[in-house]
């Protein structure tokens, strides 16, 4: 019985060691949350979200919002199945927000308290694989490459 609950409690924090961290634009998904899919920590701060920009899978994300600044701050994710927002939060505090990203696509998220969101508290989820904004009509022949092939 003690063996089993040792494999347990080591199966349970295997997770959090080690793992890739995310750039400073970028989020990396942790695990997994209890809104389903991956858990993303965003960091609210006056007046920015770290990160302003992430890349995710379809399906179901927690997030798991700080509010490290120095007044009142909450988020709110706009998806494909309607604006999801977390209560305001004092400065420290933190809450999980389940937000349901299924459809591919680019969706934003944001402060919506005063006039944060004009102040920089914005930012971008690229579901799928980038959205619906990421393409290019530029086209590149051979010869403006200037390699002759």
């Known amino acids: ?21 995310g750039t400073a634009d970028e989020a990396t998904p942790t695990a997994s949350g209890a809104g389903g899919g991956t ?3 965003i960091a609210l701060s006056d007046f920015a979200l770290e990160p302003a920009s992430l890349s995710l899978d379809p399906g ?10 120095a007044t009142v701050h909450a ?13 305001e939060l004092q400065p420290g505090e933190s809450v ?3 937000v ?23 930012g971008t989820i690229a579901i799928g694989g980038g959205g619906a904004g990421t393409t290019t009509d530029e086209t590149t022949t051979e010869e403006d ?3 002759g092939y």
């Not at 179901?60 to 600044?69: A, D, K, Q």
């Not at 349901?100 to 914005?122: F, I, K, T």
């Open 60 to 69: 179901m994300h927690t997030f798991r919002v700080v509010n490290g600044g």
């Open 96 to 98: 999980e927000l389940a």
């Open 1 to 21: 019985m003690r063996r089993l609950l040792l494999v347990a409690l080591a199966a349970a924090l295997l997770p959090a060691c080690g793992g890739e961290e």
């Open 75 to 87: 988020l709110e994710v706009e998806g494909p199945a309607g604006e999801v927002e977390t209560e």
């Open 39 to 41: 858990v993303v920590e």
């Open 145 to 147: 490459s200037g390699y």
């Open 100 to 122: 349901d990203l299924s459809e591919a696509g680019e969706y934003e998220l944001y402060c919506p308290v005063g006039d944060h969101r004009d102040r920089g508290m914005e």
